[in-house]
């Protein structure tokens, strides 16, 4: 029996609509789908409205909107951020990429929402695991603490992480903090959902591009009772943070035979000494180094000694040091001293060199202390009376030393080239302190003086000759009155006094006479070592009270 064409017809559209219905998803449940978005360049898009609302994307990653976080629909896209592209940061932490737990990318980049958004994103956690976020920036390898609140799910295998904008962010499990299984035996509560709350980020130290922070760590135990609360501080370093290394010497020359110290500085964070740093020192040139290899202190100081050979040249010092150091370490309490645990060790090797010129021209420093007692006396033509109180003087001056003279048995300096000296006088500083003075007419003028500009003033300069004498044995400084030829007397003005020498009368007006030596130092033994200390008895002569006895000290060092 022949079908009507009608009803064929009408068969075939019947058979097409059923067709187009099938074709059609049917969605249930309370979450909103995320298929009006597709992954774009490794994101999943969702449009978000401002009534809020929880999305599930394709990538794993849920989306939790409050009402009011963003003002007009909103395209939000999460990309996650592989372990591949994290490892360079976490290279540079000496965090070991397995305690990674993930991150993600959120876009617009630096979009800001009026209320927190939380993300819920598929992670690895094991039970007993506290998570940490890091804002972090690929392009640049750089990373920052960041305030945000996490809550880590073992069961579920998710970390919610709560976010106010957009950019990058990894998080990791902080292995110092984990709970063992002998933990989570005693307490299995406190290794179910852990939230942690990162915040009070304060800076730490800064020096250049190295910064520290310390931030609070408040981790709460959801599932225990009461939801207990245990409080620690992190305190770590920025990507700027690198191990530096400066190296100094003593003296920048030095004389044959002689030594001088060479300290190494390590620093890492802020320009803070790294304690327990091996450093090893090697040396090129005529010069050798002990120790070869020393530790630094509390300060980030290690040292070694430089002792020159005795040929000159360049010695060339290097230390090499594998500096090792944590990026963080935790703290019981805010700025606390004392360490709970440090992060994982970052090694770093560093080389520093300095150079130290060997010559046989040494360098000395001499200190002359005279003290002398009070004394009194008269001239014998009768003219004055003069009383002097405590009176001491203090000079100071360097000298070099050219050892190519040792061959002809002395070396000498001076401003007289009559003498033919090798080497100039020298000017010293000097200063005196003169406790009283009276000058006083004697029987023999009749006039009424002033004692006005009558002594040195309190700071003089000196010129100040010697000679040094070689022999098998010793070598010895002899030091006097620049042009003198008796090397033991150190004179100078002490007293001004308005006496014209060869008159018998008083001109209040007159000065001291400056070829005239009113006083000086003469000491009793004038053989001065070097690089030692020794003492004579010491004279000083001014008109009116003759020879004054007291105690001269010269100090001779190398320098």
């Given amino acids: 029996m022949n079908e009507n064409p009608l009803l064929s017809l009408l068969k075939v559209f019947v058979r097409l609509f059923m067709i187009l219905v099938l074709a059609v998803p049917v969605w249930s449940g309370c979450k909103e789908p995320s298929g009006n978005g597709h992954p774009s360049e490794g994101f999943v898009d969702v449009t978000v409205s401002p009534g809020g609302g929880t999305y599930d994307l394709s990538n794993g990653f849920t989306v939790i909107v409050p009402a009011g976080a963003v003002a007009v629909d909103t395209t939000l896209g999460i990309r996650r951020l592989t372990v591949e592209e994290l490892t360079p940061i976490f290279d540079i932490r000496g965090v070991p990429t397995d305690r990674i737990l993930g991150g993600f990318e959120g876009r617009p980049d630096g979009l800001t929402f009026s209320q927190p958004i939380n993300i819920i994103m598929p992670a690895d956690i094991e039970p007993g695991e506290v998570p940490l976020a890091h804002g972090v920036n690929l392009a640049d390898v750089t990373y920052s603490p960041i305030e945000t609140a996490l809550t880590g799910d073992p069961d579920a295998g998710t970390v919610e992480v709560t976010v106010s904008h957009f950019s990058q962010l990894s998080v990791e499990q902080i292995e110092e903090l984990k709970r063992g299984s002998e933990g989570c035996t005693a307490s299995p509560c406190r290794c179910g959902r852990i939230e942690v709350r990162q915040s009070e980020i304060d800076l730490y130290c800064q020096s250049g591009d190295c910064v520290k922070n310390e931030s609070k760590l408040s981790m709460r135990f959801l599932d225990c009772d009461g939801q207990p609360v245990e409080e620690s501080y992190l305190r770590e370093m920025s990507a700027g943070c690198v191990p530096d290394m400066t190296l100094t010497a003593g ?24 304690e327990d740093q091996r450093v090893d020192f090697t040396v090129s040139g005529p010069a050798t180094v002990s120790p070869a290899f020393a530790t630094t202190d509390a300060e980030g100081n290690a040292g070694t000694t430089l002792t020159a050979g005795e040929e000159e040249g360049t010695a060339t010092v290097t230390a090499d040091a594998t500096i090792s150091w944590s990026t963080y370490s935790l703290y019981a309490s805010a700025g606390g001293e004392e360490e709970t645990a440090n992060g994982p060790l970052v090694t770093k090797s560093v080389s520093k060199s300095v150079n130290v010129e060997i010559t046989d021209v040494k360098e000395y420093h001499i200190t002359v202390d005279a003290v002398f007692p009070p004394s009194s006396g008269g001239t014998d033509d009768g003219f004055w009376v003069t009383s002097i109180g405590n009176y001491s003087v203090h000079l100071e001056f360097d000298f070099t030393l050219n050892e190519e003279y040792r061959s002809q048995g002395y070396y000498s300096y001076c401003n007289d080239p009559e003498q ?99 006083g000086g130092i003469v000491f009793s033994d004038n053989a001065l070592p070097l690089n030692g200390v020794t003492t004579h008895t010491a004279q000083y002569l001014t008109r009116g009270t003759g020879w004054v006895d007291g105690t001269t000290t010269v100090t001779v060092e190398e320098k």
């Fill in 251 to 274: 003296s920048s020359t030095l004389s044959t035979g002689g030594s001088t110290g060479v300290t190494a500085y390590v620093t890492v964070a802020c320009g803070t000494g790294e």
């Fill in 420 to 518: 033919n000296c090798e080497e100039p006088g020298i000017a010293a500083a000097g200063t005196q302190v003169l406790e009283s003075i009276t000058i006083e007419p004697g029987t023999s003028l009749v006039c009424s003086l002033t004692v006005e500009n009558a002594y040195a003033p309190p700071s003089f300069t000196y010129p100040v000759g010697g000679m040094v004498f070689f022999s098998d044995t010793d070598t010895t400084i002899y030091i006097g009155e620049d042009g003198s030829s008796d090397f033991n007397l150190l004179t100078y003005d002490l007293l001004l006094t308005p006496y014209v020498a060869g008159e018998s009368y008083c001109n209040p007006d007159a000065t001291w006479n400056d070829s005239e030596t009113l």
